[in-house]
């Protein structure tokens, strides 16, 4: 089944360190993006991107960066990690539309920054 | 700004009961108002969703209404079973294309036997 994947799926990394996570899809949507989830707070948006030669930032973009190496591939680095990053990270994916589509999740990253 | 306000927080019913979970949102030219349950430790997974061409729409046990005039929308579960447990997250697709979704804070459902 196509599918959206993440790697890591739980990364316990250092203040200050460089940390990246991968997201792969095997969906053939172009449309990718990168979520953090903390409780009370719901999803939020940190970037997306419509093509490889697109990228946007989204709500919460400091501190963040992101490479689209690929139609298939979404990676979000932190460049130096800092503890209030600690949270529920997830990639997701759609189609175009004019009128809204489903995104579909990938299974998430679970990152704590001591 | 872009904002979306979802009540409650947590809700709790017995099984058999209904659950109605609203939202409100700030962009009126918003289109697309999409519903996630996410179960403990699973990834987020539209439900229903409902476009801004019109004011409700049912599947199977779960509907959803829209209020474009006051900026609202709701989810409405009827006859809840404990695998309704989840939390449950609205959204709504803000204007300026991209599919860009902003989603409400979530509410967790729990059904008691």
């Known amino acids: 089944d196509a599918d959206v994947t993440q790697t890591p799926r739980n990364r316990i990394t250092k203040t200050g360190k460089r940390i990246m996570l991968e997201c792969s899809q095997t969906k053939g949507h172009d449309r990718m993006y990168w979520y953090r989830q903390d409780p009370g707070l719901g999803l939020r948006l940190i970037y997306y991107s419509f093509d490889v030669k697109d990228i946007n930032k989204g709500e919460i973009s400091d501190g963040y960066s992101v490479s689209r190496q690929a139609q298939a591939k979404f990676s979000l680095s932190l460049e130096s990690a800092i503890p209030n990053q600690t949270a529920l990270y997830f990639c997701?994916?759609?189609?175009?539309?004019?009128?809204?589509?489903?995104?579909?999740f990938g299974p998430g990253t679970r990152l704590t920054v001591l | 700004g872009e904002n979306v306000e979802q009540h409650p927080s947590t809700l709790s019913v017995q099984e058999g009961d209904s659950a109605v979970i609203k939202c409100t949102y700030s962009d009126s030219a918003s289109n697309y108002f999409p519903w996630y349950k996410q179960e403990l430790g699973k990834r987020p997974q539209l439900i229903i969703d409902i476009r801004s061409n019109v004011g409700e729409k049912k599947d199977q046990r779960i509907a959803v209404t829209l209020n474009k005039t006051a900026k609202h929308f709701s989810l409405h579960i009827t006859e809840t079973q404990p695998e309704d447990s989840a939390v449950y997250f609205c959204?709504?697709?803000?204007?300026?294309?991209?599919?860009?979704?902003?989603f409400g804070a979530g509410t967790r459902l729990a059904v008691h036997p």
């Open positions: 997701a994916t759609s189609e175009p539309g004019l009128a809204g589509n489903e995104q579909f």
């Open positions: 959204a709504a697709r803000f204007s300026g294309g991209y599919n860009k979704l902003i």
